[in-house]
Structure formats: structure tokens, C-alpha cells
């Protein structure tokens, strides 16, 4: 059963429908900052808290706890609507989200290996407009989709008691599509398409700590602070543009290719901190900060502002016992987001928020089912500018098993 | 638990076949940069410098559907046929009477009331893919006619042209003899010296009349061993030769010669087009001279023009055509050409060796087609190029 399941999302992989939001058209498109299902259903908060079953992308520190190798994989379902002075669009999308396996080397530095691969950023949007050439009606359609994987490679230490330190470089690979039509209904005149790819690669490198003493000093059950460093990585990306002419009796293509220039991804940098309250719950909160004034591909920056993130969740899991009922084991997060994101469009900010719900529940000692629910906000309508409502479903499975560990430990 | 990864299955399942709305809609143009808009630019005649040259096509008479004989003003054609399937058995017969047997097609050109042609025998080898200019220089026939026609047709029923007996007699005499088999090269029908018209008959090749009721062939009525019978032999070779007694390739205008294949080369110079946009329209417009012009009677009347493809070693790889119909507008007759494709492969691939623009009846008929140039007095009737093309976001 568990193989079909994987099957499945190795099919939901392949499926990945992409149209959505138009805000996507710029850049990269959006950038994923919540890889685990877990840090999703807690608003993406998750800079210090350490996880034991699912490894989250933000701060490899967060690795160290994990006592047997993890492997987790998901995938996510998102419908969304756009609506702008123009009318209302429906979209539903269906990807792949991340493979991970992280691997406890020596507990007692908390040496963590770990490596996955997971959508880092996505493109996809489908837009047309009707267009007047030489008194001519016409339509203009602009489609994109594709985007960025990452494979990331880490490794998580603990150099002193209640401080752990976590690096990973990940090699961001992909492709963005920028494509598009103009179509006559005119025998005179012939419809055309272009598809412009920008091919992506390069690594990326990402450095974190959590201090876990705060606990005693609040007089609390716990407490974490966390910090992650990203700096600016130089990624290199090249142009490939198709486009063809088809007439009736003859089809000419033509490319033209760009040689590879610089892509800067930009630094980003966070800090959060993980309360726990007593032994079923605890608060944390995020802020994020990713320089986006500094991104560039070919010098151009596509008038990007900084970014920011705040994000909040509460957790609980009931009962910890494994004797205990299902529903009191399974845990359960609330957690809210709001965004300034990098965008500015026609002299208006756009701005993200959204409530998550998460649900993990422990299927058996080695295996978890996690569950995510975003409902979110994007833009706004008016000033010719969009807004999106969407709701996000993501699912994903979690294996336990004990790897390279001794005898001894077990 | 196999109920819940059953339940979780089925709930990606569904989300898997749900048919996504994947169709474009109009919500959120407005993000869209402005960079990634499709802007369009239209250069017209001004902006798109052209060369026009007139060439003569070299062109392969075999397998053509009309013979045409007569005159147009410095332009004539003459048509060759020859009878060799003879009985081998007849050279002693004698030839009573031989009748050259003709129909005429629909298509005419000139004073009708003057069209007539004389036959003459032909003394030098040929063929139908190379008549040659020799037949007209030479010439290369007897001067002494051996027949004649002069007169018009109101239908396309069949013409007898009375032959020298004595001519297929020797005919009949050669296809006995193999050594003399050569000397037999047929007759040539060049028009009368008054002549100012120009007639099409149906060949052996026309496929209009494919039971062959319309080809061209010969009655020779002959007695042997006193006995009086009538034999048909139809042509085994048969073809015309066009050719001009003055052409000047130095003409004001931008003129097609049909039957001579001489034609009109245009080269656009596109150096104003930027590399690596998308041609969606582009059009070449030209206005009929009226009175430089002459176009038979059930002519053809489309154009095409032709671009040749070739490597870079010259070899041709390739060629595309185009029609030219025309359209009455503001009392003009003008053809438009539809050269996209022309003007996109000019731009992204093909070597731009101009266009050759001819008439499609430039087998079948001695028109002339000829249309105002940039030279024309009245700038309507200059020659219009409109060309569209795309900037391609990048």
C-alpha cells in the first residue's frame, strides 16, 4: 500500500499541471519557503524547530533531533482563483513537492546527514488578450510554467550541549518558460509562437543554528531561537529562444540561443524562535528576510523589492503515549503568515497572508501521514492589479528506519 | 491503516483526473510586463528597396498541353510534329492524299481574322526537349511549304491540312528502311508572314482529352497492290518553340513573357527587418499596364511567383510557389502576392535570391503580362509592398 502511495505521487510528479497565478510570470516565479508538509501546515514557521520525522528546508539545524533515517516524500493539490476587473479565473494544479532522507550518522554530536530534492520555485500562469494589428483583431496569448529544483546536500553537528549548527549547499537545476502566440483570423496573415526557456543551474549554499537554552531562562518547558544565513549565490542561466512560422507550405523555425550569463539569487537571512508552553504545546514564530533588491539575471532585476515573512504557529499533540487513541497522538497546528513580497506592480506592494492547518497523524512507530491546508490571499483588486484566493492542500508520507547506527545505541 | 492510504489514494486519484481549466483567460493581462508584449511593425513599399530584373527560364517543352503557332507583334511560336509509326510494309504504296489533322483549343491571341500557318518539312534531327533556336535561325527545314492553313475556329473541332503527298510518301519509304529511318523528322507549321494572331492546338500530351480524341495526327489515304485504304498515324513527337525576333530585356515595366519564358526576378532588400522576428504578413501588390500588355482569349489569367531554395554550394534544395490572382480595384486589374513565407525564409534561413514572378499559362500561351514599375508616372500604380512583422519578446 505504501508503494502505491509513492507511486502515486512519482505519477502526481509527472502530472504537474502549472497554470495559475499571474504574479508568477516575474522571475523564478514563487519561491517555495515550506518544504515539509509540516512546516506548511504551521504557516511555513520553522526557522527553530527541530523536527524528528520530516527534514524542513529552511534551517538545516532543525535536522539534528532526527533519530532514525527519515525519508519523506509529498506532493500538493492547490486551487485557486484570480479575479481581476476583468472577471474571475479558476485554477487547480497538481506537484510534486520534495523527496528527503535524512540519515542520524553519531547522536551524541547529533551528526545528520541528509539530501533530497524538492520544487524550489514555480512558474505558471495563461493569459490572453485581444489585440488590434494593422485594424486587425488579434489575440495575444502569454503562457508560463516550469521552474527550479533544488538537490541539497547537508549536515547537521552540535559542537556544545543545547547549540546546533546545520549547513547545506544545494544544485538548483530547471527550467522557465515564457512563451507565446499571436493568432489571426486572417488566411493574409500567420499566426505565430515562441517559447523562451531560461535554463538554470548552480548552487546554493545555506548555513543555520538553534540555541535550545531559552527554556531556563523563561522558566518554560522549552525554548529555541534559530538563525539562518543564505548569501547571495551566483547561479548561471541561459536563453533559448524557438519560435516558429508555420504556413501551409512550409514550416520555418528559428532559434536563437544565448550564451550562459550570471543569475543572482539573492540572501536571505531568518530568525525564529519555538516555546514550548509545557508538553503538548508550543508557540513559534518566523521572520524571514530574503534581499530581492539584489537578484539579477543578465543585470536585469525586473524591479524586485526586498521581501519579508512573518509567520506564527501554535502545535499540540495530545497524548505522546503510543498506547493512546489515534486522535490524541496525531498532532495538530494552527499557524497564520503574512507576506510583503517581492513584487511591486504598478506602484502597489503585493502582499501575501493566509491561515494553515496541519494534522500529523503516526500511522504506525515508523511511519506518519503529515497533512497541510493553506487558505491564502495574494494582491489585491484594483489599480489593475489581481487578487488570489487559494487553498493548498499537501500530503506527504514519512518512513523511519534505523540506518548505520550501533548495537550499541539501538 | 490500508483504509487510510486507500482513502488518501483515492484522494490524490481524483485530484489526478480532475480536468484542469487550462485555457487562457483575460484575468491578470494587466501584470503582465510590457516587455513580454508582441509588438508588431509594418514597413511599407518606401522602407523595402527591390531590384527587378527580367531572366528567360530555361524550361522543358516535353509534355506540353497546346501547341502554339503564330505571331504577337515580335513574338512567335512554331510547332514541330513528327510521324514515325508507319507499317514498314508501305513502301511501295502510293499516297493519295495526306491530311495533317489539327484541334484547335479555345485560346487565341491577335487578330483571329488573320491567323494562318504554312507546313514545311523538317531537315535537321530535334526534340522535343530542345526544339531549338536553330529551327527559327536556320532554318532548318525547307522553305518550300508543303501545306498550309489559313483561317479561325469558333469551336475546337478538328482541322484537315492538306499535305504533299509526296512528303509522306517519302515517309512511308523511310520506315522501311532502317538506315533511312533518321531522314523522317516531321514537319514544322510556322506562321504566315501576315499572320497576327496566335492559335493553341491540343498535343499528344494534353491530358484534357485523355482518350486522345484531340491529339494531333495524320490521315494519309494510300493504295497498294491496288488496293485503296486509309491509315491514322498519329504524332509520335510533338512541340512548340516560342521565341522573340526583338526582346529587349530593358523594359520600363516589370513584364512576363509567356511561350518565351522570359520572366520578372524581384529581390526585396529586407535589411530593415531585424534578425529573428516573425513575418505575419507580408505582400507584394502589382497593377496591370493595360496597354503594354496582350492576353489571349481564355487565357489563363493567375500569376505565381516562385522562390528557389539552394544551399551554399548552390545546389537547389527546394522551391515554393505562390498565386497571384487578380482583383479589379478602383478600375485597375491587381494581383497580390502573399510572400510571408517568402520574406521569413529570406530572414532566417534561405539564401534571399529574389522571387521569379510568371505567368501560370507561360507553357500554354504567348501572353505578355506587363505591370507599372517604380518607374510609373501615377504612384497608385507603382508596384505596393506591405510587410508586417513581429518583435518577439526575449
Known sequence: MKKIFFIIIFAASLYSQESGSPYSRFGLGFFNYSISTRSTGNAGTSIAIFDENELNNLNPATWSKIKNTVFSSGLFYESSTSEDNRGKKKFQNMNFSNTVLGVPLQKDKEFVLALGLFSKSKVGYNIYQNVVVNDLPAKSVYFGNGGISEFMLGLTYSPMHKLNVGFKTGYNFGEVQHSGKLQFNNSEYIDNEYLNSIYVKGFTFTGGIIYSGLGELLGIHYGNVGFLFSPKSNLRAKKERYSTFSSSSATISDTVIEGEKELTLPLNYGLGFDFGLNEKYHLAFDYLFTGWEDYKYNEVNENFKNSQRLSFCIETIPEKDFLAPLSQRTRYSLGFYYERMNLEINGTRINEYGVTLGIGVPLSRNAFINSAIVYGRRGKNENELILDNFIKVHLSITLNELWFVNTEDQ | ?394
Request: aromatic share 12%.
Open chain 2, 1 to 394: 491503516m490500508k483504509k487510510i492510504f486507500l482513502f488518501i489514494g483515492i484522494f490524490i486519484l481524483l485530484f489526478l483526473i480532475n480536468a484542469c481549466d487550462d485555457t487562457p483567460s483575460e484575468v491578470g493581462i494587466s501584470v503582465i510586463p510590457v516587455t513580454d508584449e508582441i509588438n508588431y511593425k509594418t514597413l511599407e513599399t518606401d522602407s523595402i528597396p527591390y531590384t527587378t530584373e527580367i531572366i528567360q527560364k530555361t524550361v522543358i517543352k516535353s509534355g506540353q498541353e497546346y501547341l502554339l503557332v503564330g505571331k504577337s507583334g515580335n513574338e512567335e511560336a512554331i510547332t514541330l510534329l513528327k510521324f514515325t509509326g508507319f507499317p514498314d510494309t508501305l513502301a511501295s504504296a502510293t499516297v493519295i492524299s495526306a491530311d495533317l489533322v489539327l484541334h484547335p483549343t479555345n485560346y487565341s491571341l491577335g487578330q483571329e481574322s488573320t491567323f494562318g500557318f504554312t507546313v514545311h518539312k523538317i531537315t535537321s534531327t530535334w526534340s522535343v526537349t530542345s526544339p531549338g533556336n536553330a529551327m527559327v535561325n536556320g532554318p532548318l527545314y525547307d522553305n518550300a511549304s508543303v501545306g498550309s492553313f489559313t483561317g479561325f475556329f469558333t469551336d475546337t473541332s478538328a482541322i484537315y491540312i492538306p499535305i504533299n503527298p509526296s512528303l509522306v510518301k517519302d515517309w512511308l519509304y523511310y520506315a522501311s528502311d532502317a538506315t533511312k529511318y533518321n531522314l523522317n523528322q516531321g514537319i514544322v507549321l510556322t506562321p504566315s508572314a501576315n499572320s497576327n494572331c496566335v492559335w493553341a492546338f491540343y498535343s499528344s500530351d494534353n491530358t484534357i482529352y485523355s482518350d486522345n480524341s484531340k491529339d494531333p495526327y495524320l490521315r494519309v489515304i494510300k493504295e497498294l497492290n491496288g488496293k485503296r485504304d486509309t491509315i491514322y498515324v498519329y504524332a509520335s513527337e510533338d512541340t512548340y518553340y516560342g521565341y522573340s525576333r526583338s526582346f529587349s530585356l530593358d523594359q520600363k515595366n516589370i513584364v512576363m513573357q509567356s511561350g518565351i519564358s522570359y520572366r520578372t526576378k524581384i529581390k526585396f532588400d529586407l535589411s530593415k527587418i531585424p534578425k529573428h522576428v516573425h513575418i505575419s504578413s507580408a505582400s507584394l501588390t502589382l497593377t496591370l499596364d493595360p496597354d503594354d500588355s496582350k492576353i489571349g482569349k481564355n487565357s489563363i489569367d493567375s500569376l505565381a511567383a516562385v522562390a528557389y531554395i539552394y544551399n551554399s554550394d548552390g545546389v537547389l534544395l527546394q522551391s515554393f510557389n505562390i498565386i497571384g490572382t487578380p482583383i479589379i480595384d478602383n478600375g485597375n486589374k491587381v494581383y497580390n502576392f502573399n510572400i510571408t513565407l517568402f520574406v521569413q525564409g529570406w530572414l532566417d534561413k534561405w539564401i534571399n535570391n529574389g522571387m521569379e514572378i510568371f505567368h501560370l499559362g507561360e507553357l500554354y500561351s504567348l501572353d505578355r503580362y506587363s505591370f507599372y514599375s517604380k518607374n510609373a508616372i501615377d504612384p497608385n500604380k507603382k508596384p505596393k509592398i506591405k510587410i508586417t512583422y513581429l518583435n518577439l519578446p526575449y
